[in-house]
């Protein structure tokens, strides 16, 4: 598989699991308080356990969405010295960035697995009515900050490659910055004409 198309392929599948993160912000927060605010509402008590299930949610979606941070650049960058610094530099700063990043999301994931494995060899259950076993709200949440690893991993490989085969555009696109050009056209609002473009 060629480089783009691997990353289109992870691209793909990171759109899903967010999307899904998304979905489980909805049904696993909103929708469960607000059937438990509703039942104490009329029955006096609530019918689901909606803190503990929204949290687990919570946890779960940012595992999921995650990575999407990755492949849409949608994390804060401080880009007011890296626009004049020479190009050769500036790439360089982009890969170490990227390269701290995947080191930190290989960390997540591994330091998460090992709270699985804890949670999964003892049997750890919430203390909350549910009683719920704690691995499996974990397992998803790992399976996310997995993925977010791979992601973050695979980013600057292909980054790196694309650098060696002096492809300027596909490094720019993995982990260059993102201009304000890109940022107004990824929103979906077009772009001004210069006056002296428009009809009279």
Do not use: H, Q
């Given at each position: 598989?060629?480089g783009r198309g691997l990353e289109e392929a992870v691209r793909r599948v990171t759109r899903v699991l967010a999307w ?105 259950r919430s203390v909350a009515t549910l009683r719920t076993p704690l691995w499996l709200p974990q397992a998803l949440w ?59």
């Open positions: 598989m060629s899904a993160s998304g979905a489980i912000i909805l049904a696993g927060c909103g929708l469960l308080i607000t059937v438990d605010v509703v039942t104490r509402a009329i029955f006096r008590r609530g019918m689901v356990e909606s803190f503990e299930l929204s949290g687990y949610a919570l946890a779960v979606a940012i595992g999921l969405g995650a990575a999407w941070t990755v492949t849409s650049k949608g994390n804060i960058r401080v880009d007011i010295l890296l626009e004049r610094l020479p190009t050769a530099l500036r790439r360089g700063l982009d890969l170490v960035a990227a390269l701290a990043f995947a080191i930190v999301a290989a960390a997540l994931a591994w330091f998460a697995f090992g709270t699985l494995a804890y949670s999964w060899s003892i049997d750890a790992w399976a996310g900050l997995a993925w977010l690893a791979i992601v973050a991993l695979l980013t600057p490989i292909l980054a790196l490659r694309a650098l060696v085969a002096r492809d300027a555009a596909s490094f720019d696109r993995l982990i260059g910055p993102t201009r304000v050009e890109e940022e107004i056209a990824e929103a979906g609002t077009p772009l001004p004409k210069p006056a002296n473009d428009r009809a009279p």
